[in-house]
């Protein structure tokens, strides 16, 4: 008869005195950063009243009046419809534009190559302030001033160059042998790229979405700039209308600073993995 010996229970590990630090360091950290965001979800359940006669204090219920009162006496809608539109605009551009000139750089290019590789590193060490007011005129001359348009093509040029460094750090990695074979089976450079290395690019381009789409999402100077008063801007600029010289709709905007928040945290929280898994290996394949 075999005796079963009962299973000790796993003794939980004592932690060291420095992961102890970094624990009480990262706790600071999470409360450092999460505590505005509390704050205005708080606020966004008070009143106008409440909020300026005991700014620290708690709702007393889940009111979603400011929610509805936000919608419905401001332009906040229409501002959220155009962020929308210019973030879903832009990254459709940079996506169809970025992995191919990266491609063709690493592939096709040559020596010719390395030196529009080098003009788009260039163009990263350009601020953008230099460029605002040519971009602004412009715009003007041709007739985009004040259109979503213009705010998607000055995104788009700025974004371009940092696709270009993070896509050829990545194709570098990619087997030219599969690409051989591709040549060999008939297919030309355009289907080759969107076929077969295209599809091998997905963890990086993950990656790029993520950081362009939260940039985009998040802007608040480049609409500012050119947009005028006559639009709705975007959801920061809507937001920024809101506080005034003299008084300040502050339950309003600390509702609109909370629907601003959630399609971000959603996006972030979705392909958390296959961002840090893109940033990781375009690094190594760098």
Known sequence: ?????????????????????????????????????????????????DITK????????LDFGNYVTLFKTTEYGEALLNTAIITAGTLAILLALVPMAAYGIERVGGRTGRWIYLLFIAGLMIPFQVRMIPLVTSMNEIGLYSTLTSVMLVHFGGSA??????????????????????????????RTFWSIVFPMLLPVTSAFVIIQA???WNDFFIPLVFLDASSAGTINVALSRMSGLMASQWELIYTGAIVATVPSVLLFAAFQRYFIKGMSIGAVKG
Do not use: H, Q, W
């Open 54 to 61: 005991d700014p620290m204090g708690l709702p007393t219920s």
């Open 214 to 216: 939260l940039g985009l």
């Open 1 to 49: 008869m075999t005796v079963v010996k009962p299973k000790r229970a796993k003794e939980r590990r004592r932690l060291k005195p420095g992961e102890v630090v970094v624990m009480a360091v990262l706790s600071v950290l999470v409360l450092a950063v999460s505590f505005p965001v509390l704050y205005a979800l708080l606020n966004s359940f008070r009143g106008y009243a």
């Open 161 to 190: 160059a940092f696709g270009v460094l993070l896509y050829c750090s990545f194709i570098k990695g990619v087997p030219r042998e599969i690409e051989e074979a591709a040549n060999m089976d008939g297919a030309g450079r355009l």
